[in-house]
């Protein structure tokens, strides 16, 4: 339901702000559980991954790198951000070493993505949008459970030729098993793709990154950077990179161009896998955000 101009401001709603210029979005944040991984893939940070001599011969720091997917209801639609890691890792992985690296070994059965869309009572053939903010493994990993269901699958224009245009079986940690054979539609810069919900062209971790950004009537604006920022300790500022990046200068614009949407919308910035953050929120199936 719609509020009307009568109800006055939502509470949380940004001052200002005409409630009925915001469309009744609704978002679910579907903690799908965390894959274990030496912190270093995701902070080249001195001091706390980088040593200095004092910390030698101190063990690595392993992190629960939290995976998480987005489900937003709309007025015109639901759509889904991301599928995370798929329930069979351990054997597809395997061809590119990854489930050595971020072994997805910190999920129960209810964590996997078709269990939580099953808790909110929602099934694959409900998604009229399945949008990929890269097409990584552990973000890919889901899409064939919308195979044959008329979801329109959307990714980047650039993430797409490049997923499709290298040699082999994978390059990195795009594995083509998870996405090559599905049609992808292809967005190109920022583009609203529904009222509110607006996708922004971050590249830098992968050719064709995107975040996703969110204008709810109660929240404000939510935006999630997907893997444009790992955490909240990547974002900084300064701004701190990570082991995987395709084009290190493109990734630190993207992140300032992040911080500069985010601060002009007042927005909420969820991080790809912040498993700090992702515990502080409110998580589907018992929350949401409007
Ligand atoms: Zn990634």
Same mark, same amino acid.
């Given at each position: 339901m719609r509020p009307s101009c009568s109800d006055g401001p939502a509470s949380g709603g940004r001052p200002g702000l005409e409630v009925d210029s915001v469309p009744a979005n609704k978002v679910h944040v579907l903690g799908c559980g965390a894959m274990s991984c030496d912190l270093t893939w995701l902070l080249l940070k001195p001091g706390r991954t980088i040593r200095p001599r004092a910390d030698r011969d101190k063990p690595v720091e392993w992190y629960p790198c939290t995976t998480h997917c987005v489900l937003v209801e709309t007025p015109d639609g639901m759509l889904l951000w991301d599928t995370s890691c798929p329930r069979d890792w351990e054997t597809r992985w395997v061809p590119t070493g990854l489930q050595e690296f971020f072994?997805?070994?910190?999920?129960?059965? !209810? !964590?996997y993505l078709d269990s939580r869309l099953g808790q909110l009572g929602v099934s694959p053939g409900d998604i009229d949008y399945l949008v990929l903010s890269h097409l990584h493994f552990d973000h890919a990993g889901n899409i064939g459970l919308f195979a044959g269901t008329g979801a329109r699958m959307i990714c980047n224009d650039k993430e797409k030729e490049f997923a499709f245009g290298y040699e082999g079986a994978f390059n990195g940690a795009h594995l083509k098993a998870d996405y090559e054979a599905y049609d992808f539609e292809t967005v190109s810069g920022d583009v609203e793709i529904l009222p509110g919900v607006t996708l922004i062209e971050a590249p830098g971790h992968t050719p064709g990154t995107m975040a996703m950004k969110v204008d709810l009537p109660e929240t404000g604006t939510m935006i999630f950077t997907s893997d444009a920022v790992y955490m909240g300790d990547s974002y900084g500022p300064p701004a701190v990179p990570a082991a995987i990046v395709n084009d290190l200068a493109a990734w630190y614009s993207s992140v300032e161009k992040i911080r500069g949407i985010a601060e002009r919308s007042d927005a909420t910035v969820v991080f790809g896998h912040d498993a700090a953050q992702l515990r502080s929120m409110r998580l589907a199936p018992n929350g949401f955000y409007l």
């Amino acid at each position: 339901m719609r509020p009307s101009c009568s109800d006055g401001p939502a509470s949380g709603g940004r001052p200002g702000l005409e409630v009925d210029s915001v469309p009744a979005n609704k978002v679910h944040v579907l903690g799908c559980g965390a894959m274990s991984c030496d912190l270093t893939w995701l902070l080249l940070k001195p001091g706390r991954t980088i040593r200095p001599r004092a910390d030698r011969d101190k063990p690595v720091e392993w992190y629960p790198c939290t995976t998480h997917c987005v489900l937003v209801e709309t007025p015109d639609g639901m759509l889904l951000w991301d599928t995370s890691c798929p329930r069979d890792w351990e054997t597809r992985w395997v061809p590119t070493g990854l489930q050595e690296f971020f072994p997805y070994d910190q999920v129960s059965d !209810e !964590e996997y993505l078709d269990s939580r869309l099953g808790q909110l009572g929602v099934s694959p053939g409900d998604i009229d949008y399945l949008v990929l903010s890269h097409l990584h493994f552990d973000h890919a990993g889901n899409i064939g459970l919308f195979a044959g269901t008329g979801a329109r699958m959307i990714c980047n224009d650039k993430e797409k030729e490049f997923a499709f245009g290298y040699e082999g079986a994978f390059n990195g940690a795009h594995l083509k098993a998870d996405y090559e054979a599905y049609d992808f539609e292809t967005v190109s810069g920022d583009v609203e793709i529904l009222p509110g919900v607006t996708l922004i062209e971050a590249p830098g971790h992968t050719p064709g990154t995107m975040a996703m950004k969110v204008d709810l009537p109660e929240t404000g604006t939510m935006i999630f950077t997907s893997d444009a920022v790992y955490m909240g300790d990547s974002y900084g500022p300064p701004a701190v990179p990570a082991a995987i990046v395709n084009d290190l200068a493109a990734w630190y614009s993207s992140v300032e161009k992040i911080r500069g949407i985010a601060e002009r919308s007042d927005a909420t910035v969820v991080f790809g896998h912040d498993a700090a953050q992702l515990r502080s929120m409110r998580l589907a199936p018992n929350g949401f955000y409007l």
